[in-house]
């Protein structure tokens, strides 16, 4: 389904070039939604995180390892991603034909299971 997404994502982005009707084309990439975690229909997908604790009572964070550093690009939608867009329509000639990666930060698993414990 992701690759389905992206493969729409893309092809708009190309339609939108071919039809040569804009002055400016930037597309932006959005990384892992940190709302995610906030939605409990989610959570099952990460072993329950961070809203059903498993038979012990932990809340239990399940995730492949990434690879690398295990650093995962995140992005908050709610406090960043607008950030992002108006500073690309202050200079869109700038950012024209650039594909922007948002992101909030660059956080292990452990580092996102960390700042979630610190806000309760």
Same mark, same amino acid.
Not at 60 to 68: D, E, K, L
């Given at each position: 389904?992701?690759?389905?997404?992206?493969?729409?994502?893309?092809?708009?982005?190309?339609?939108?070039?071919?039809?040569?009707?804009?002055?400016?084309?930037?597309?932006?990439?959005?990384?892992?939604?940190?709302?995610?975690?906030?939605?409990?229909?989610?959570?099952?997908?990460?072993?329950?995180?961070?809203?059903?604790?498993?038979?012990?009572?932990? =809340?239990?964070?399940?995730?492949?390892?990434?690879?690398?550093?295990?650093?995962?690009?995140? =992005?908050?939608?709610?406090?960043?991603?607008?950030?992002?867009?108006?500073?690309?329509?202050?200079?869109?000639?700038?950012?024209?034909?650039?594909?922007?990666?948002?992101?909030?930060?660059?956080?292990?698993?452990?580092?996102?299971?960390?700042?979630?414990?610190?806000?309760?």
């Amino acid at each position: 389904m992701l690759i389905d997404i992206i493969a729409v994502k893309y092809k708009i982005e190309q339609y939108a070039k071919q039809l040569g009707k804009f002055e400016t084309i930037t597309p932006i990439n959005a990384a892992w939604y940190l709302e995610n975690f906030l939605v409990k229909e989610v959570a099952p997908v990460f072993g329950g995180f961070p809203h059903f604790p498993d038979d012990e009572g932990y =809340l239990t964070y399940r995730v492949p390892n990434w690879g690398g550093d295990n650093k995962v690009p995140f =992005l908050s939608i709610t406090d960043d991603y607008g950030d992002i867009v108006q500073g690309i329509f202050l200079d869109p000639a700038r950012w024209n034909g650039h594909v922007i990666q948002a992101m909030s930060d660059m956080l292990g698993f452990d580092e996102l299971v960390a700042n979630f414990a610190d806000r309760e």
